[in-house]
């Protein structure tokens, strides 16, 4: 099992050892050592011990941490200077100041579990044109098809299937029962006999660095060109997106969202909750869409860090008006 010292942690929190940072309370009792039972696990503080590392994020959680059994409480440095109700903190060498305990929390987690259960299950199919880089995880039951190209640290969860020639970048997850690579839905119909035919559905689907892709989720490869997922972002449960769609960097896309065909979702736009876009959609850079919002199909909507409503997607603002007019006409 991996275990992390606190001087680990703070290196890991991109604090020198020593420096005025590393300690929650510039008073810390330099004569305290660390604990000396290895820290490896993350826990809520209810269900802390020794070997676990907790955040406070206020001075309300701060004491219960204070109060808990945990190894380690990440404790936010800002509220700790100065802070007179903090200072039950000086002489408990448990705490770690640091910018933002949350995240640090995060990052002990990850650091913690990034050895855990490495290979292929027994039950796991990977075609042997498949190639990939170091520390491959793939779970029971999962299908990495032929060519598939797949980067350092990838973990594909049990049941996920990843379909012929995907390319996956390092640090991608892929979590149970997801698709990647299906067949987007696009087809031709014969106007005098009313029947569809399948357009061609032989592009590719590229998922770039540190992508995290939630169960159930079903990506479709491109159907001349390719889909492509941006490095860093994140897709969570039960979301469809469609071929031949531009995903940005470091996009967060929540559980329902359907993204048909051929849209763009540029840099740092964050969709939420049943969104849903009509093919050659765009959304611009650091749009948020609040939750079922839509986007019709051919339309953009734009403007950095303004959140947008309702179908047709308006900004909040607007939606809100439109509202208080519908509910006076009742």
């Known amino acids: 099992m991996k275990s992390l010292t606190k001087e680990q942690i703070t290196a890991l929190a991109g604090m020198e050892p020593g420096s005025p940072t590393q300690n929650s309370v510039s008073k810390l009792r330099q004569e305290q050592q660390p604990p000396a039972t290895p820290l490896t696990r993350v826990a809520s503080m209810e269900d802390a011990g020794p070997d676990a590392v907790v955040f406070a994020q206020d001075e309300a959680s701060l004491a219960t941490a204070l109060a808990s059994k945990a190894g380690l409480v990440l404790a936010p440095l800002k509220l700790l200077k100065g802070h007179t109700a903090t200072e039950g903190a000086e002489a408990d060498a448990r705490v770690l ?16 579990s990034a050895e855990s259960a490495l290979g292929i299950h027994p039950s796991a199919f990977v075609d042997d044109s498949a190639r990939w880089g170091k520390r491959l995880r793939v ?31 390092s640090r991608v997850v892929v979590q149970a029962g997801a698709v990647l690579g299906s067949t987007g839905f ?41 889909t492509r997922i941006g490095k860093g972002t994140k897709i969570d449960n039960l979301v469809q997106v469609g071929h031949n769609c531009q995903v940005g960097k470091h996009v967060v896309i929540a559980s329902q969202v359907g993204i048909s065909g051929s849209c763009v979702i540029e840099d740092g736009a964050i969709l939420a909750g049943q969104v849903g876009l009509g093919d050659h959609a765009t959304v611009g850079k650091g749009v ?20 947008f409503a309702g179908t047709p997607a308006e900004p909040v603002r607007d939606f809100l008006k439109t509202m208080a007019k519908v509910r006076r006409l009742k």
Do not use: S
């Open 139 to 169: 779970g029971a039951t999962a299908v990495v098809e032929a060519n598939v190209r797949m980067g350092d640290d990838v973990v594909i969860g049990a049941g996920a299937k990843i379909l012929q020639g995907v390319e996956l970048g």
């Open 97 to 112: 100041g640091v910018e933002a305990p949350k995240y640090v929390f995060a990052l002990v987690a990850k650091e913690l």
């Open 186 to 226: 696009g087809y031709v119909r014969n106007r005098e006999t009313g029947e569809y035919l399948l357009f061609p559905q032989q592009g590719k689907l590229v998922i770039e660095d540190d992508v995290e892709i939630g169960a159930n989720t079903t990506i479709d490869r491109g159907a001349l060109g390719e």
């Open 288 to 307: 948020i869409l609040g939750g079922q919002g839509g986007v019709y199909p051919g339309k953009t909507i734009r403007g950095e860090g303004e959140m």
